[in-house]
């Protein structure tokens, strides 16, 4: 799959350490690995706002559409606009789910499932990690 952006590994490090992401951002956001429930800083964050990829900038999420689900990670019940969020299969980890990555640059991002409390029951379940909020 390709990006409009691509890095090197030492690139991406750079870029995310010159933005102050948290330090596991790399290693979710580049190697799809999850942080811990309940640990990352917009897990109970509600304030109006967008969600943006960590790497790329490119907006994802509005806080309207942001809901607790009880999980321990940000979820949302849609994508800010078409094509904002992409996704493939992952049969990682002895599971068959959905990624969910950033249409723009490919940064993993969570998982999406299919059990949302909303009418699109749709559940994007995200890694605070892999986001950086602006306020409204």
């Given at each position: 799959?390709?990006?409009?952006?691509?890095?090197?590994?030492?690139?991406?490090?750079?870029?995310?350490?010159?933005?102050?992401?948290?330090?596991?951002?790399?290693?979710?956001?580049?190697?799809?690995?999850?942080?811990?429930?309940?640990t990352g800083k917009y897990a109970d964050h509600y304030k109006d706002g967008v969600y943006y990829c960590?790497?790329?900038?490119?907006?994802?999420?509005t806080s309207s559409?942001?809901?607790?689900?009880?999980?321990?990670?940000?979820?949302?019940?849609?994508?800010?606009t078409e094509g904002a969020?992409?996704?493939?299969?992952?049969?990682?980890r002895g599971m068959v789910r959905?990624?969910?990555?950033?249409?723009?640059c490919g940064a993993h991002l969570g998982h999406l499932f299919n059990d949302g409390p909303t009418d699109t029951g749709l559940r994007y379940c995200m890694n605070s990690a892999s986001l950086h909020f602006t306020p409204a």
């Open positions: 799959m390709s990006h409009a952006i691509e890095k090197t590994e030492p690139e991406w490090k750079a870029l995310l350490q010159a933005k102050g992401a948290e330090p596991h951002a790399f290693e979710v956001t580049r190697h799809a690995a999850t942080e811990r429930p309940f960590i790497c790329c900038d490119k907006p994802l999420f559409t942001k809901f607790d689900a009880g999980c321990g990670w940000p979820s949302f019940d849609q994508a800010i969020v992409a996704t493939r299969k992952d049969d990682t959905t990624e969910a990555l950033c249409g723009h």
